[in-house]
């Protein structure tokens, strides 16, 4: 079935680091891919998509691009801050039935 | 705009018990999912629902049940409550299934 496979956390950077948090999937087709973000205590909400290969999702300064050859869709932030502390999931839907999610990343920025 | 509401959003419960989770939505969606938030496993489907009078099981069903007579109305059961249970539970909503849900801030069910 289909899966999504995150790298482990949790991910610990200084303020104005450049971030990669690596996700790859498995599907039997033509997934849309998403990464949700969740603030302690709060529901996941949605931080961008794609829904094609080649397609670049980007919000808040985060950036993830489709890559169909390498099944990857990496989440990446040129310069984080305390603020983008939280858990960052990975999924992938290829339908209206159900996102699939991976197991999450935690990222730990200091000031 | 509320989004979705769920209470309670924590509990305790001993084993056997029952209880329900409330879930609304008040954006006309059509869709809605029930998860539950393991520590370290990402999160499981349990029911969802296209539409009203309509349900369906996800991954992780046993022990639980689900109703939809509305649109808003999404509420999820558990009959006899174990320590299996114990987790976090979200529900989410979506205009067209397809993956841009909204999440509600989770109930966190402790069973003792």
């Known amino acids: 079935g289909d899966s999504v496979t995150q790298m482990e956390g949790p991910v610990t950077l200084s303020e104005e680091a450049f971030l990669t948090i690596n996700c790859t999937y498995t599907?039997?087709?033509?997934?849309?891919l998403f990464w949700y973000v969740q603030y302690p205590g709060e529901g996941l909400q949605l931080l961008l998509k794609a829904t094609k290969a080649d397609d670049k999702g980007s919000n808040k300064g985060f950036e993830a691009t489709y890559r169909k050859e390498t099944t990857s869709f990496h989440l990446e932030k040129g310069s984080v801050q305390v603020s983008d502390s939280a858990v960052y999931f990975c999924?992938?839907?290829?339908?209206?039935?159900?996102?699939?999610f991976g197991t999450g990343t935690r990222l730990l920025v200091s000031p | 705009n509320a989004g979705v509401t769920q209470t309670p959003k924590f509990r305790i419960l001993k084993i056997g018990q029952s209880m329900t989770l409330q879930c609304t939505q008040d954006?006309?969606?059509?869709?809605m999912y029930w998860y539950r938030q393991d520590p370290g496993m990402g999160l499981k489907l349990i029911y969802y629902?296209?539409?009203?009078?309509?349900?369906d099981k996800g991954e992780v069903p046993n022990g639980y049940n689900v109703s939809r007579s509305t649109t808003e109305d999404f509420p999820l059961r558990l009959e006899l409550a174990a320590p299996s249970q114990t987790s976090v539970y979200f529900c989410?909503?979506?205009?067209?299934?397809?993956?841009?849900?909204?999440f509600g801030s989770g109930t966190r069910l402790t069973v003792v």
């Open positions: 954006m006309n969606h059509n869709y």
């Open positions: 629902s296209v539409g009203a009078g309509i349900t």
């Open positions: 999924a992938l839907s290829e339908g209206f039935q159900k996102l699939v």
């Open positions: 989410a909503s979506s205009p067209t299934g397809g993956g841009g849900y909204t």
């Open positions: 599907a039997t087709g033509y997934p849309s």
